[in-house]
């Protein structure tokens, strides 16, 4: 009886050259400009949310002042004039 062969591994492919430095670092300063777009344009969103939110938390805090002081006209109607 014969012994098979030898399992060799399988040769890696050769490694490609580095990419220069300078691609890398353009690539990565465009990602990070994206990110930082994207960042602000939450933050602004998260700002004007508040603003919006606070305003309305203070229109519901007038008219149950004014219902709790028992007046019956806490939301004036606006007449368009003539």
Do not use: F, Y
């Amino acid at each position: 009886m014969s012994q098979p062969p030898p399992q060799t591994l399988p040769k890696s492919p050769p490694k490609s050259p580095p990419k220069p430095p300078h691609d890398d670092e353009e690539e990565s300063d465009a990602d990070r400009r994206r990110a930082n777009i994207i960042i602000l344009a939450v933050v602004a969103l998260l700002i004007v949310g508040g603003i919006w939110l606070v305003n309305a938390l203070i229109d519901a805090r007038k008219a149950e002042e004014c219902m709790e002081s028992g007046r019956h006209n806490c939301n004036p109607i606006e007449v368009p004039a003539r």
